[in-house]
């Protein structure tokens, strides 16, 4: 079955990279997607990344994306302590619901 | 945000009580989507719809049902609420990117629910 995995911790210094890992089992998955989750709050959709790329960049926000290790990366630039948050990985194809991992804490520490 | 609202925002039920969650979005989207959300699980898919009277299960299911006889309107229903069903439910919808062929899935604000 179709599985999604993330490490539950991170804890970075503000100023600095913050890199958040995530491997994947279905190799048909489409898009690979990151959100971005806010104590109490609902789901923001961060960026993703089509399955046929390698890397997408997006202001401070950077995707890399190893298809034939089925992983994946969110690094944010210059990381602030607004980014503070749980950070969840997704995959999907098409219109079909998606797979989330379970999360990962992002801690920014001043 | 896709314009999704969920009602209610916070419930507390008691243990065999019906309930009905709301999902309602005003941007005619067909897809739409139950989750619900638990520490160490990230988000699981209960059920979802690609259209009016249109709707099948997810992986979590049981002891949920679905109507959806709208097409900004999407209905969870507990049949019978039980302790196990106490979680964040978060409805979301799925939409084309423009000129991308690609699907973005937007979220509600969630519905938190406690069954006692």
Redesign the interface.
């Known amino acids: 079955g179709e599985d999604v995995e993330q490490s539950l911790f991170l804890s970075v210094r503000e100023g600095d990279s913050s890199v958040i890992n995530c491997t994947y089992t279905d190799s048909s998955s489409t898009y690979l997607y990151w959100y971005k989750q806010e104590p109490g709050a609902g789901l923001q959709l961060l960026t993703y990344i089509f399955s046929n790329m390698d890397m997408k960049q997006d202001q401070r926000l950077t995707v890399l994306l190893n298809k034939k290790d089925k992983h994946l990366s969110l690094r944010i630039a210059d990381t602030q302590t607004g980014d503070s948050a749980i950070y969840f990985c997704a995959e999907g194809t098409g219109r079909r619901a998606l797979t989330f991992g379970s999360g990962t804490r992002l801690q920014v520490q001043p | 945000?896709a314009g999704i609202t969920q009602s209610p925002r916070h419930k507390v039920t008691e243990t065999g009580t019906p309930v009905t969650l709301r999902c309602h979005q005003t941007e005619n989207h067909r897809?739409m989507?139950w989750?619900r959300q638990d520490p160490?699980?990230?988000?699981?898919?209960i059920h979802?719809s690609?259209g009016v009277k249109d709707t099948d299960k997810?992986e979590v299911s049981d002891g949920y049902s679905v109507s959806r006889s709208k097409t900004e309107d999407f209905l969870l229903t507990l049949e019978s609420a039980t302790s196990s069903q106490t979680s964040v439910y978060?409805c979301a919808i799925?939409r084309l990117a423009g000129g991308l062929s690609?699907?973005?899935?937007?979220?509600?604000?969630?519905t938190r629910l406690t069954v006692t």
């Open positions: 945000d897809y989507y989750y160490g699980h990230g988000l699981r898919l979802y690609y997810g978060f799925s690609s699907y973005e899935q937007y979220f509600g604000p969630g």
